[in-house]
């Protein structure tokens, strides 16, 4: 076994790599004198990969939607009963999650790791279906639906998707709809589980006081000895979009006691682009966002005097290969002043560029933000996973970031803050039908 190791002297951590000949990649973060050690599986499969083309006989299939997440739940019933019950006689916490881009099986522990990273690599490899358990995690994921269905932060925010985007998967909620998932059976839900929980489109993390080697040794024989085939990559298909947002603003009311607004600003990313250079566009655009939206901006200090915003403003930035998207907003008692205040802030950044001074600020901030991500297993962990599923290279991001300077700023801002590409989702205290406009 060839083990890489890679190790970046500002971070001073270290981490150890290795990819099987069946195409799994193993990465252990050594934490030395830490009592808590997690573990992830995770795989390249989130909600938006409802189309591709099957890497068993070429043919493009197209997957229910929601079938991510509830694959998510399938798997941790075993034929012996509920994985869960396992690990609590192991003293491990696990959980799930499932994402737009991937789905990951995790536990942190402190003692009996060993034996939890075997539970944890054989529930996830060993899928047990049947049409009445099928059935059965309908109910219950019909209910999980209901309840995302009166939760005003996720309707606003999946409202806002919908208004960005006209057609890529990411306006659909991960969960999908109870009628979609009506689509969902034993068939397909093997279909899904062979195509993409193959290992050369998995990784398997690990963090804590451990031994590196032991621990890929005990990982490759737990997959090896499954006897995986060769097989091509899983090929992802995604429906043309356009670049302008597909309606200007939606409205909908549910039972809330103040009005709440989310500005977005849609990014088209090809799938095929350098993630390095999508590395430079998520740290160029959140810079932009601290510098001009963040709680020490004119802007922030400015609305919050007047009572416009309280603490739940903010705003992020997502990028991945197939997609993006810039949010900004929070809970107000004046949305169109408060979209009017954004979009005014935004015009005038544009005329008057960014001062440098304030930008290496603002790179200082960020990187003390980075760094306090390495403190623990658990945050140090989703940092590595997820730039490692974007194929980035975590180590060089401080190197990313202090290379931007303010003319990146200024071009960065001309093309993704474009108002073509904006839309509003406002949630307003009043029950009624939601409307585009």
């Known amino acids: 076994m060839k083990i890489e190791t890679l190790t970046n002297a500002v971070l001073k951590e270290t981490l150890h790599k290795t990819q099987l000949d069946n195409g799994l990649d193993i990465l252990v973060w050594p934490k030395r004198g830490f009592n808590k050690k997690l573990a992830v599986c995770s795989t390249w499969f989130g909600s938006v990969n409802n189309l ?75 899928p047990y279906f049947t049409p009445p358990a099928v059935e059965k995690e309908r109910g219950i994921i019909e209910q999980e639906i209901s309840m995302y269905d009166d939760s005003p932060d996720w309707q606003l925010f999946f409202r806002l998707l919908g208004a960005l985007f006209e057609n890529h998967p990411v306006r659909i909620d991960i969960a999908g709809t109870a009628e979609t998932i009506k689509a969902i059976d034993v068939p397909i839900l093997k279909k899904v589980y062979d195509t993409f929980y193959h290992p050369s489109n998995m990784v398997v993390f690990v963090a804590g006081d451990l031994d590196p080697k032991q621990v890929m040794e005990q990982v490759a024989e737990n ?102 998207y810039t949010m900004i907003g929070g809970e107000t008692d004046e949305p169109d002043r408060l979209v009017e205040a954004v979009t005014d802030c935004l015009a005038r950044a544009a005329a008057d560029g960014f001062d440098a001074a304030t930008l290496e600020r603002k790179k200082r901030k960020q990187m003390g933000r980075f760094l306090r991500n390495f403190n623990s297993p658990d945050t140090g962990g989703n940092v590595f996973l997820h730039y490692f599923h974007r194929k980035q290279d975590v180590f060089r991001l401080l190197d990313e970031l202090n290379s931007i300077q303010v003319d990146d700023l200024s071009a960065r801002l001309s093309i993704h803050f474009d108002t073509g590409r904006m839309a509003t989702s406002t949630l307003l205290p009043v029950e009624g039908e939601a409307h585009a406009e």
């Open 223 to 324: 997959f090896e000895r499954r006897n995986y085939t060769d097989r091509p990559p899983v090929e992802r298909l995604f429906p043309e979009e356009g670049e302008a947002a597909h309606v200007g603003s939606v409205v909908n009311r549910m039972t809330v006691s103040r009005p709440k607004v989310l500005v977005g600003f849609k990014d088209l990313v090809t799938a095929n682009g350098d993630p390095h250079a999508l590395l430079k566009r998520e740290l160029t655009t959140s810079l932009i966002l601290d510098m001009l939206m963040g709680k020490s901006s004119a802007l922030y200090s400015k609305l919050y005097e007047k009572g416009v915003i309280d603490e739940s403003f903010s705003s992020s930035f997502t990028a991945e290969a197939d997609h993006g």
């Open 52 to 126: 591709f083309t099957d890497p068993a006989n070429g043919q493009t299939l197209r997957i229910p939607d929601g079938i991510a997440h509830f694959l998510e739940h399938k798997l941790f019933e075993t034929a012996d009963g509920d994985v869960f019950d396992e690990f609590a006689r192991l003293g491990a916490s696990p959980n799930a999650s499932t994402s737009f881009t991937t789905t990951q099986y995790f536990f942190t522990c402190t003692d009996r790791f060993t034996e939890s990273l075997t539970t944890l690599l054989d529930f996830v490899q060993t």
